[in-house]
T-cell receptor
Framework: EAGVAQSPRYKIIEKRQSVAFWCNPISGHATLYWYQQILGQGPKLLIQFQNNGVVDDSQLPKDRFSAERLKGVDSTLKIQPAKLEDSAVYLC?????????????FGPGTRLLVL | AQSVTQLDSHVSVSEGTPVLLRCNYSSSYSPSLFWYVQHPNKGLQLLLKYTSAATLVKGINGFEAEFKKSETSFHLTKPSAHMSDAAEYFCVSDTGRRALTFGSGTRLQVQP
């Protein structure tokens, strides 16, 4: 079974530029998550989708971050414009059902450096 | 609100000795708790989870954790450390809103 795929693996941009990350979850998984992991901290949930609907985006900085999951399969996370403090690893995860106590399967992450 | 506190940011053990990674939780209800492991340049992987069944939970690679309500703890243990256990470990709880809250992590170093 293929795992969660993410691209790119690494990205370096200058502040005020835009960047987009892509995630393809495990086939058939209904729920998709985006996390931000700042160096030395645990991952923090940014947004959770169930199929193509948003379940929780309470911690997403909506003035600069946006995410979509068209057709309920793969997803993109965009930052526009980027700030220095957005330097982090962006993790995508998926789970089969509605989340909660389900096991989440994580991708390898995209490491973003904003200069 | 639900949260977890990992009491040690870094733990160093010798190969073949026991591992103890400490986690305390705070919750107004009985939580679901997890331990995830993150190896360098690899994705997070579930080690084990507690969902109000048996209080002693066995996971992969010889790890186990015990849910102690009286101490609000969910410590991760392993009888004998292996070099391949060197990684970052996260204690995690559910928020009751279908999302997860991660602790700050404990880096486990295993000395030969």
């Amino acid at each position: 079974e293929a795992g969660v795929a993410q691209s790119p693996r690494y990205k370096i941009i200058e502040k005020r530029q835009s960047v987009a990350f892509w995630c393809n979850p495990i086939s058939g998984h209904a729920t998709l998550y985006w996390y931000q992991q700042i160096l030395g901290q645990g991952p923090k949930l940014l947004i959770q989708f169930q199929n193509n609907g948003v379940v929780d985006d309470s911690q997403l900085p909506k003035d600069r971050f946006s995410a979509e999951r068209l057709k309920g399969v793969d997803s993109t996370l965009k930052i526009q414009p980027a700030k220095l403090e957005d330097s982090a690893v962006y993790l995508c995860a998926s789970s089969p059902g509605t989340g909660g106590t389900e096991t989440q399967y994580f991708g390898p992450g995209t490491r973003l450096l904003v200069l | 609100a639900q949260s977890v506190t990992q009491l040690d940011s870094h733990v160093s053990v010798s190969e073949g000795t026991p591992v103890l990674l400490r986690c305390n939780y705070s919750s107004s209800y009985s939580p679901s708790l997890f331990w995830y492991v993150q190896h360098p340049n690899k994705g997070l992987q579930l080690l084990l989870k507690y969902t109000s069944a048996a209080t002693l939970v066995k996971g992969i690679n010889g790890f186990e954790a015990e849910f102690k309500k009286s101490e609000t703890s969910f410590h991760l243990t392993k009888p004998s450390a292996h070099m391949s256990d060197a990684a970052e470990y996260f204690c995690v709880s559910d928020t009751g809103r279908r999302a997860l809250t991660f602790g700050s992590g404990t880096r486990l170093q295993v000395q030969p």
